[in-house]
């Protein structure tokens, strides 16, 4: 089973950065397509970014051009690299995994279709707990 643990969230002034990791410390799948998620109170958890075993990137509408995910393999982590927050960006982040599947667009990993948008996991394998992300304006 791999094991997943976010780090690096925080509060941070509007207009900054902020840099999220998550390593897994279980079992290291090298098939997993990889992805970033977040969660505000009283809102279905959504995909921000996802990046597969062939490095192949996508992310949310919201996101794109100030969000960079990406991993390091060997280190068996993910990262969340995010510019230019604004208030909106203010959630819960998790990282996800789901085995042997690529990338859809959207900024998650392909998913069957009958578990899309149906919590607790959204179809994805593994979640970590997550970390609290605040924007402060």
């Known amino acids: 089973q791999m094991q997943l643990q976010e780090s690096g969230g925080g509060s941070v002034q509007a207009g900054g950065s902020l840099r999220l990791s998550c390593r897994n410390s279980g079992y290291k799948y090298s098939g997993a397509c990889w992805s970033w998620w977040r969660q505000v109170p009283g809102k279905e958890r959504e995909g921000v970014a996802a990046i597969g075993s062939d490095d192949t990137t996508s992310y949310a509408d919201s996101v794109k051009g100030r969000f960079t995910i990406s991993r390091d393999a060997d280190e068996n982590s993910l990262y969340l690299q995010m510019d230019n927050l604004n208030a909106e960006d203010t959630a819960m982040y998790y990282c996800?995994?789901?085995?042997?599947?690529?990338?859809?667009?959207?900024?998650?990993?392909?998913?069957?279709?009958?578990?899309?948008?149906?919590?607790?996991?959204?179809?994805?394998?593994?979640w970590g707990k997550g970390i609290l992300v605040t924007i402060s304006s």
């Open positions: 996800a995994t789901i085995l042997y599947r690529p990338v859809n667009p959207g900024g998650v990993c392909y998913t069957p279709p009958e578990s899309r948008g149906v919590g607790p996991n959204y179809g994805m394998d593994y």
